[in-house]
């Protein structure tokens, strides 16, 4: 006899515990454009909220941003579902537990939302045509509503990664969401600060976009240290994974170092330079974003696919490894 | 041989798979198949072998709603007098049919459905394809289907329990390795063989799913038992998995904290000029 099995065999070690996820480009530019139409409309609400005067500008292309980043997103999630008439399933009912009913019933109505915004800011600057009170009323409700929607279509993909039994992403469910709204209002902002820096409005409004902006980066690198911390065990698919390139150079270094660094240096350059830095760093934060939804994808993917990081998160504590089996149960196909 | 049990709407029933009895004859894998009208999966490779001792299913999914898994393990050498000797410890795995259940919660459409006979069934004609059951399941069981793109998984044979008939995995298996009847009976059967193993030396025996092993955190128990006698991980199962559902509330509520701070964050940017 030649061929013997030294040690116990462990023949289903390369076989996911768990199911991964079927998510690819379609969702990832979903949350990333989503994120964005919801942080838009949320930035729109508060420039307005903080001085409705200063800001008219502001917030005007906030909602102009927002609708258009919106507006990619149902044919998204329709190519995803294969067949347009599948998302009418989402809205049979309504289920508080599941964060795809919650998102689902939130992109529907944020979608009326955003387009009353838009409609009420074109409409709005022009006295040529007068829309019957019922029309006007309704574009109001809408665009009251918008701000708040935003947040939710915002954040929600981060409770939808969340509630799920993917360890990287349920390990650290208390950082992802607020990461993707903070992520998203820092798009946001970008863009907004770019289309005014191009545009004709005076200086000081793309100043305080980019002020808000900077914030919101500068939070962001702090909940992505939070969120790092939070899923140590489990953090081998983004930092060594498929994702751990475009987390690391495009998330991290493009996506926030390099526009922190651009927006502290670029008061010292000269008017043309300071228009080519803000656009530059705006490129690089969408770049981020999109990488940061990428990473966050392809890394729950790798995560749900690895055993060892299933057992060890359902193992009833989060460090110890599972029991060796010690099997004196094999006994009764022993002779 | 047990009585064939007819199920009743209102009365909670589930299976009872005693992987000590069971053989590795994969008749509930084709019993299932045929009753279901599934169709022959390609293993993980891809070539008609996995590699994976006799097992060529390899792993539940949308077209194997009952998958027999092949453990190898070494015997201890103290029962085999020094001889390196491999066993197989066989587990027919099915659908939990989860107390409460991550795939029911997380569905946003309703197709999932708790039925009559309080199983977890996935309505075809609902299901929109969405996916996120998948990864919600913290034990891996439904699966999209490549062509008609939904998710399926196990019936608990639905269709025959309404007909009075008793699932097909369980009328097929020749050693009554899977037993079908009310969850409350087959709960007291599963402990008076863990019971039985343990008197018998089986010092690892254990009833897999219960709110201690297997239906924990939330989860509130499984009425798809398993009588184990390795540890849950030796077969692929997850020890103390946890419903996923119950993490969207902390998620939520940092969520808006995060937007109170970037409210205020805001209103220091765009506020009027102090």
């Known amino acids: ?335 | 041989m047990a009585e064939p049990c007819h199920a009743s709407p209102g009365t909670p029933v589930g299976f009872l798979t005693d992987t000590t009895l069971c053989i590795g004859c994969k008749a509930c894998e084709v019993a299932c198949k045929q009753w279901n009208q599934l169709p022959a999966d390609e293993p993980l490779t891809g070539r008609g072998l996995s590699g994976l001792s006799y097992d060529n299913t390899v792993d539940l999914g949308a077209e194997t709603w009952r998958h027999v898994s092949f453990v190898e393990v070494a015997a201890e050498p103290s029962v085999t007098h020094g001889s390196p000797v491999t066993a197989w410890l066989m587990m027919s795995d099915v659908c939990k049919h989860c107390v409460h259940a991550g795939c029911m919660e997380a569905c946003p459409t309703g197709a999932i459905i708790r039925t009559e006979f309080d199983t977890v069934f996935i309505q075809p004609d609902v299901c929109n394809g969405c996916g996120y059951c998948v990864p919600a399941c913290p034990f891996g069981v439904p699966q999209l289907s490549d062509e008609a793109h939904i998710a399926r998984k196990c019936t608990l044979c639905y269709d025959r329990l309404r007909g009075g008939l008793e699932p097909a995995c369980a009328k097929a298996c020749p050693t009554d390795s899977i037993r079908f009847g009310p969850v409350a009976e087959l709960r007291v059967e599963a402990a008076l063989r863990v019971e039985q193993l343990r008197a018998a030396g089986q010092g690892q025996a254990v009833v897999y799913g219960d709110t201690r092993v297997g239906g924990t955190g939330g989860i509130g128990g499984l009425n798809a038992l398993f009588v184990l006698t390795a540890p849950p991980e030796t077969y692929h199962l997850p020890a103390k998995p946890a419903l996923p559902g119950d993490r969207a509330a902390g998620s939520y509520a940092t969520t808006l904290v995060a937007a109170a701070g970037i409210a205020a964050a805001a209103l220091v940017a765009l506020g009027p000029r102090r």
């Not at chain 1, 116990?8 to 996911?16: G, I, K, N, Q, S």
């Open chain 1, 1 to 335: 006899m030649t061929t013997r099995h030294p040690s116990p065999t462990r023949p289903y070690r390369d076989v996911p515990v768990i199911h991964r996820a079927h998510w690819k480009w379609l969702v990832i530019l979903y949350f990333f454009l989503g994120g964005i139409a919801g942080a838009a409309q949320f930035v729109a609400g508060l420039a307005s909220l903080s001085d409705r005067q200063r800001n008219h500008r502001t917030a005007r292309i906030a909602r102009l941003v927002s609708f258009f980043a919106f507006l990619p997103c149902p044919l998204l999630l329709v190519l995803d579902l294969r067949k347009p008439s599948r998302f009418l399933n989402m809205l049979r009912i309504v289920k508080f537990r599941s964060p795809m009913s919650i998102g689902s019933w939130t992109l529907a109505l944020f979608g009326g939302a955003a387009t009353a915004s838009a409609l009420r800011e074109t409409l709005g600057s022009e006295d040529r045509v007068v829309p019957p009170t019922w029309f006007r009323a309704a574009l109001e409700l809408g665009s009251a509503a918008a701000p708040a929607l935003g947040v939710v279509l915002s954040g929600y993909t981060g409770t939808l990664l969340a509630a799920t039994a993917v360890p990287v992403w349920a390990k650290g469910s208390r950082w992802i969401g607020p990461l993707f709204l903070t992520s998203a209002t820092a798009s946001a902002t970008s863009l907004v600060e770019t289309v005014l820096t191009l545009g004709d409005a005076p200086p000081s409004d793309a100043e305080r976009v980019g002020h808000l902006e900077g914030i919101c980066s500068v939070a962001e690198v702090a909940l992505l240290a939070g969120w790092l911390r939070s899923v140590a065990a489990y953090d081998r698919p983004l930092l060594r994974g498929e994702a751990a390139w475009p987390f690391r150079h495009l998330t991290v270094g493009a996506g926030l170092a390099l526009p922190l660094a651009l927006r502290a240096f670029s008061p010292r350059l000269p008017r043309p330079a300071r228009t080519a830095a803000t656009v530059l760093g705006t490129g690089l934060t969408l770049t981020g974003g999109l990488a940061l939804r990428y990473a966050l994808v392809v890394a729950g993917a790798e995560s749900a696919d690895d055993p060892e990081a299933t057992f060890r998160f359902t193992s009833g504590s989060a460090t110890s490894h599972p029991p060796e089996a010690k099997l004196a149960s094999a006994t009764r196909s022993a002779p």
